[in-house]
């Protein structure tokens, strides 16, 4: 089956002839069509467009004079990417009919690199989530278990490419909502150093943290998605001014020697046993690569996820001030008056999980409040980039567990603090920048997936991938296929 | 009006808001055009939609440091922006980026001109943001059933600079905004035009007895548009607080708005509704660091200011300090001044005829009306030779001045088709003198009789009959030896 | 735990948030918040004496761009997805001081 292929595999068809950009469009929306309405990873899905870019695709390709080394591959993306004519939900009630006049700069990059745009991807709304059940639309389901999250945020991008919904898809990651649902989720998701990939377009959650990533069903797509959308862009200032490498290249290269660190603070109280059996033994296989691992320590990690439960709402307060009702998004009828307005717009809006952080995070920048919390979070900030900084001076990339636990069933993480809980291990990473990626490295006993972490150095993605393309191609963990039809 | 002077000092404190003159924009590339159709001047960036983010306008931070060096403020090694938060239908994002604990630049002074004394304002800070969009009322604000937004000034990059509590008076606060304008008008970072909104400034104004150690509760006025306004409001509100004073009230803080119809200020928030603005650095952007390379590199290229210019006027042409202090009031009218003098080397004449004829018909403060003057100052400058040589006479030289404003003709061509040459030939006037002396009988009889204002009346006929031309002084002097023959 | 934060203070936090929340919503806030604000009370016990605070993860400077202008968009394509507009303007209610 087309759709069952690897970029790369997808795109040396294409240059052999062996199948074409319409022919794998034409298969992903009948398979969106027939396995989407059970998994539910899309939101908005766009045959027309995927069709036309397709064909336009097919002619690049039989003239042999392709865009990219990923022309006409379809690929979705989460539904906080900005499409110009193309509605933009964030997954939220209060976005729900808006239609952005213009293209973020990823989609922009993916398009001038001939990729085809098969829809957009579900979420917990504004990003705000570890599950996906927090979309103000519906819930999407673990291909693996569909009684299960997906992970998310960015759960409609790991649920696609992991149902085979799409060849590769984007997703952001603000805590860990690419790491975790492609943990979750069984794929291939990757978080780039801040500044890596321009944020331009992409909905904000907190401006500081949200770095956009692929999810791909291995590290040799993950590393060709990641060369097309990187990059400095004049629109973006935090956007950094250093080359994209071609991270493909790297891959190849032996891990014989490179140091590994691991982690003790990451191998938490209460951590599912099959997780951590399955990570134990992935470092073993490092080993066996020539890895030599060793233990180090990152004292901040247990205070950095009280530190983000105050930096990521605070920013998201200010991000979320822009709808009130005035130029786009819903509005309430019947206000009295501006205030009144806006508030009840907002209120019918946003769902509980937006509402708690905002109220979260204005009450940590108000008077009186501010240097208690939100300056304090950002002091906590620098210590764990300390703590990095340290550990790679002696370690050239870090493995870890990226969750402690398992996919969960829906609704089964009522309260928001336990949810929170979920992404103590794959915060760390976003407060302090840095480059981040999850990979398959087991599968529990009831069949779950298990994800493995790799952290680098600030924009040492290529050493990343390459400790992580080094460690699937040692397992046979990529053949194995979530049993849908 | 009563002066609240007698019994209480009066302390104010000015917050301007200059426009600064660039192409696009503080943070996207829409321009910034006054007078654009409605939401026309937009884009993503500047009206707040989801996904988009701010670059910083180079040109915007030059023109900050270039006003912070001529307000001699310590330019900040390293200064960052930050999020302003409050809701209003006009801020597209509800919040402002602005600068709050690292602005620009801190500490300097401006000079201006009280009872011909220079004094110092101390300035406090300067710092950039973004302006908000407009919005218009169906009907007045407070009986609209909705109102308008217009995002086109959203995102224009405003400088506002804050003085310390130096200010003295109302009058004072007026001369302290004229001169502060001066500067940006020379510095050219803002165009200066109150009505169109480029220059907005708020003040805040206490009392306080007399040699007490501390400041009075202060209130803040805004929406004062002009500096008329300024000086009625804090008139207004000094008077008001004096009362209150001696009614042994104590003053409220709070924010009143100046409704310059009804000539009075009203109460717009109380402290207790204070915004709590929360302000944090502003993600999207990244800190400015300045190097001290790049900041002397502006100061060197820093215009002449007006208070040296002005004492250059003084120094270099002879010119009274009010004559200077006018003429340097604009960049654009010092310059006038000086190319007009260099082509007619009588700096007093050119001063003394800018400021009667020239300054009646184009507003000195008004740039724009003086570079649209159809009289160049090498118009001008022709034209005073033209009296300074004696060619013409001043009375004529007042008529040609008119006409060349109306034609934008030269002075030399009005007066060749028009025959306006001055007449000073002895022999030629002589006739025209006994053809008056014939004809106005009476006016010689009462000349003789000792009524010797009558030569006055034999002058403007001689005048007359020459059609203004005569040398008055030949005329003067034929007249009186012809009569003292009779 | 317990006591952090009073009713009042929601109050105050959901009017700046502009957020209408109804008496249920602002009790299980009440409750919820306090427990976030509970277990964030753990970087107390940590030291940060002397630490500069980290506001950007990968630190950088004077990015700028130049003043030059560059196209805007339509007013049709700006207001597209205004809820309510008059012309080329955005429509809102009555606008009041807080
Ligand atoms: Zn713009």
New interface residues.
Partial sequence: MITQLTVHALVEQFRRGAATPSAAARAYLDRIAAVDPSVRAYITVTPERALAAAAAADARWRAGRPLSPIDGVPIAVKD???TKGVR?T?GSRI?E??????D?TVIERLEAAGTVLLGKTNMDEFAMGSSTEHSAFFATRNPWDLARVPGGSSGGSGAAVAADLAAAALGSDTGGSIRQPAAFTGTVGLKP???RVS??????F????DQIGPFAKDVIDAALVLRVIAGRD?????S?DVPAPDFVAELGRPIEGLRLGVPQEYFVEGMDPEVEASVREAIEVLKRLGGRAEPISLP?T??AL??Y??IAP??A??NL??Y????????AAG??????????T??QG?GPEV??R???G??A???GY?EA???????????V?RDFDAAFARVDVIVAPTTPNLPFKHGEKED??AM?LNDVLTIPV?????PGVSVRCGFSLAGLPIGLQFIGR?FDEATLLRAAHAYEQATGWQTRRPPLP | MTDPSAAYEVVIGLEVHAQLRTRSKMFCGCPTAFGAPPNSQTC?VC??????????NRRAVEFGVRTALAFHCRVNASCRFA?K?Y?Y?DM????QISQYEEPLAEDGWLELQADGQPRRIAIQRLHLEEDVGRLIHEGTLETAHA?L?DFNRSGVPLMETVSQPDVRSPEEAAAYLRAFRAVLLYLGVCDGNMEEGSLRCDANISLRRWGAPDLGTKVEIKNLNSFKNVQRALEFEALRQREALDRGERIVQETRLWDADRGRTRTMRGKEQAH?Y???PE????PLELSRASVEAVRADLPELPAARRQRFVREYGLPTYDADLLTQTRALADYYEAAVREVPHPKLVSNWMMSELLRAIPADDERALAASPISPRHLAGLLRLVADGTITGKIAKDVFEKMFRSGEDALTIVGREGLTQIADTAALGAVVDQVLRANPKAVEDWRRGKKAAAGALVGQVMKATQGKANPSVVNSLLEAKLSQL | MGGR?ETR??E???R??????SAE?KER?RE??D???G??D??RR?D?EG????????P?VN?M?EDEPRPC?PPQ??L?????RSGDF?R?????E?
Avoid: W
């Fill in positions: 906080l990417l900005c933009t964030c976005l009919h808006f239609v952005p006049p213009y973020a150093t801040y500044g944020r331009y377009g992409l909905v904000a907190a401006s500081s943290l004049p629109l973006d200032s935090t950094a901040t247990d205070y009280a530190a439960y105050l605070a920013e307060s200010s001030a822009r009130d009702g005035v130029k786009y998004g819903s509005r206000a009295r008056d501006v205030i009144d307005m806006s508030s009840k907002r209120a946003f509402k708690r905002i109220m979260l204005t009450y920048l108000s008077a501010y919390y939100y300056g304090k979070a950002q002091k906590v900030r620098t210590l980039r928001p603090l929170y976003n407060l302090a920048g840095l600030p | 993503p009206q707040g939609m989801p996904g988009s983010l701010p670059v910083i999020r938060h809701y239908p597209p994002k509800n919040y109102s937004v709590d929360r302000y944090f993600p999207d952007l990244v | 934060i203070e929601v105050q936090v959901a700046l948030a502009r957020l209408e929340l919503e806030m919820q918040l427990r976030i604000l277990y964030i753990k970087l940590l940060t630490v500069p605070p980290t506001s950007h993860a990968v950088m990015v761009r968009l394509e700006m597209a997805n205004a809820p309510d955005f809102v209610p009555r606008i009041i807080d």
